[in-house]
Every structure is written in C-alpha cells, then in structure tokens.
C-alpha cells in the first residue's frame, strides 16, 4: 500500500521561497509519475505541476517559471520549489501518486506581510 508523508511549508513573505516535499513509500509500481495540487481558501482544487515517469515536467500557467518539481529517487522523494511566492499562492499543497490515486496529508502554505 502507497503511503505518503508530505513536509514543509509555513508562513512566508511575499517574494519569499518555500520547499515542500513528499516522500513515497510502499509503492509497487515504481517511482512513476506525480503530482502536486493546492486548494486555497474558498477555492476549488487546483493541479499545480507534474513530473513524470521520464523525469518530464509540465507546470500549471499560474506557478510556471516561479515553482520547480524535482525528485531523488534514492529516497523515494519528490520537491516542490516555491519562489517569489505571492499571497495567491496560499493554500494547502498536496502530492498525488498518479498510479495508485494516493495523496498525501496536505502542507499548509502561508504567503502574507
């Protein structure tokens, strides 16, 4: 069974970088592809990026050139670089193991003076 334990994340200033990371364990499926999401307040949940099995990344329009997916696959762990964060960005950020549906617990992210 896929189990995923999300770290990172806090309050940080507009401009400010955050990292998140999302560690995968149980998987029998390999290290394959996965996604992050954010669900700000009042809002519905938005997909943010992905980084595939061939290591491919695609980014939503909204966080393109501000936020970087990266993994280490020798501890089964994947990243989400934050930068020049804006209060817009404040949500609640999930990994999604896209094999097996699986999502992590959520890390809060806070942009705010």
């Known amino acids: 069974q896929v189990q995923i334990v999300q770290s990172g994340g806090g309050l940080v200033q507009p401009g400010g970088s955050l990292r998140l990371s999302c560690v995968v364990s149980?998987?029998?499926?390999?290290?394959?592809?996965m996604n992050w999401y954010r669900q700000g307040p009042g809002k519905e949940r938005e997909w943010v990026g992905r980084?595939?099995?061939?290591?491919?990344?695609v980014y939503a329009d909204s966080v393109k050139g501000r936020f970087a997916i990266t993994r280490d696959s020798s501890k089964r762990t994947v990243y989400l670089q934050m930068n020049n964060l804006k209060p817009e960005d404040t949500a609640i950020y999930y990994c999604?193991?896209?094999?097996?549906?699986?999502w992590g617990q959520g890390t809060q992210v806070t942009v705010s003076s």
């Open positions: 149980g998987s029998h499926f390999g290290f394959e592809t």
């Open positions: 980084i595939s099995v061939d290591d491919s990344l």
């Open positions: 999604n193991h896209l094999a097996t549906g699986t």
